[in-house]
């Protein structure tokens, strides 16, 4: 396992590895035979996407399941097409799912097999930098419905996860900026796993690490987040940094984003906002529109955004607990923050 680094998901008996670096797809197989939960497995449905065009080889009887190219892949119906499908596979509860590919694999793969047969393993070979850095780790699987982004869907942990940072090279420029928006957010979660990593770097900035280890560091910092709140009934919400605002204009729609590039835009909001409420100063900010910059986001908002509209999705969001709860910076870090009122952020959608 030359250049591969190994990140544990510390969950006890659940625990399970992230195995990251050039090559890393190759372990699936070695994978498979050593965790626990597919050690026995004689087949594996692999559920890909056709644009992806990654192959695996899990090492023993398998068969490739396509869904859709792109999110309308996620939907109740794949979830129903791929357990029929596994079911004439002949897929028992001991054998294995392997989803390869971004978010939308990993997300609609982890729910089927969170389902079918009520639960078998999952390996994800995460071929995005967002897949790797966000969508594969930490259990959250799911699919929309027309009513809202990820309203359906089930916390199940992968049995193990393989990053292969060759397979970034060939990802087009957006779908790389896609995950950059992520990757800044890492920048500002103040977990203790990061440290180690910052260590490394000539001025401590996750930025200055190369690919394979800025992945693992990212991937570090939100297993220690996920191993301390699995559910999300508190702590893992700061993974929702920057996300309110981009989820609102994901769900406005009419705005050409990707999500890590609306999450850049989110990102900065927030950091407005934290400033108007005076829990951050202005070198906070900046630092935020350095560490975006660094990434090649401009993270402005988009031309033609309707405040009132924004505003009134702010409540919308599943994942807010109330009306305006935010996820802001300040003094100890970031924290949820209730409450925040309608004047703060129509003055900060503003500064934008
Ligand atoms: N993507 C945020 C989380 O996994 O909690």
Redesign the pocket.
């Known amino acids: 396992m030359a250049g591969i680094i190994r990140v544990d998901v510390p969950l006890g008996d659940r625990s399970y590895p992230v195995l990251v670096g050039a090559g890393a797809r190759h372990q699936l197989a070695t994978v498979l035979s050593e965790s626990r939960l597919t050690a026995a497995a004689q087949r594996a449905a692999v559920v890909t996407q056709r644009g992806i065009g990654v192959e695996v080889d899990p090492g023993i009887a398998s068969e490739s399941f396509e869904i859709p190219d792109g999110e309308q892949a996620k939907q109740l119906a794949t979830i129903g097409e791929l357990c029929s499908g596994f079911s004439r596979f002949g897929l028992t509860r001991r054998d294995v799912v392997v989803a390869v590919g971004g978010g939308v694999v990993t997300d609609v793969a982890g729910f089927a097999a969170a389902v079918y047969h009520r639960g078998v393993a999952v390996v994800h070979v995460a071929t995005t930098l967002l897949g790797q850095i ?2 594969a780790v ?1 259990g ?1 699987t799911g699919v929309n419905l027309a009513e809202g982004k990820n309203l359906v869907g089930a916390f199940w942990q992968p049995a193990a996860v393989l990053c292969d940072t060759e397979v970034l090279g060939s990802l087009p420029e957006r779908e790389l900026r896609a995950g950059y928006g992520e990757l800044a957010k890492y920048h500002f979660i103040g977990s203790p796993a990061a440290e180690p990593w910052l260590a490394k770097t000539p001025s401590g900035d996750l930025g200055e690490l190369p690919i394979g280890e800025r992945v693992a560091a990212c991937v570090a910092i ?1 297993a220690e987040v ?1 191993a301390s709140d699995e559910t ?1 009934s508190g702590r ?1 919400a700061l ?2 940094y920057g996300h309110t605002l981009a989820h609102a204009l994901e769900i406005e729609g009419r705005f050409d984003l990707r999500h890590g590039e609306a999450v850049a835009v989110g990102l900065r909001y927030a950091a407005l906002v934290a400033r108007l409420l005076g829990r951050i100063d202005d070198a906070r900010v900046a630092e935020h529109e350095r560490v975006l910059a660094a990434y090649g986001l401009d993270a402005k908002l988009p031309a033609g955004v309707d405040a009132d509209e924004i505003i009134e999705l702010f409540g919308r969001d599943k994942k807010a607990t109330d009306a305006v709860t935010f996820v802001l910076d300040g003094p100890s870090g970031l924290e949820a923050v209730p409450g925040v009122e309608a004047g703060v952020l129509r003055g900060a959608l503003d500064q934008m």
Do not use: H, I
Request: no cysteine.
């Open positions: 966000d969508a930490g959250k939100k996920v999300e893992r993974l929702n």
